[in-house]
């Protein structure tokens, strides 16, 4: 069963490419959702997937994520899940 989980991610992640990269890694997963840059300079990442993905991708958060970021922090909270097709880049949300 597919769940949601918002992410907050903290650090150097705006300008540097955080948004592709994260777009990147999960147009090779079965997830969907989206990924926006928020305006106290951190990134919001909503997801909705199995619960294994989820897990793959904070181990990418974990390792640091794209070489060009750096993430001090970064937090999930499960949400309400949105069917949507596929997974997407928003400029703000």
Not at 18 to 24: A, I, P, V
Not at 28 to 39: E, H
Not at 61 to 87: H, Q, V
């Amino acid at each position: 069963m597919k769940k949601g989980r918002e992410y907050i991610i903290q650090g150097r992640v705006q300008g540097v490419g955080f948004r592709f990269f994260t777009y990147q890694w999960m147009k090779k997963q079965p997830i969907t959702g989206y990924v926006w840059n928020r305006d106290d300079g951190s990134v919001g990442v909503r997801a909705f997937a199995k619960e294994d993905v989820f897990k793959e991708f904070e181990n990418w958060l974990e390792a640091g994520g794209p070489r060009s970021a750096k993430i001090t922090f970064w937090s999930a909270t499960p949400c309400e899940y949105e069917s949507m097709a596929d997974f997407s880049i928003r400029h703000y949300e």
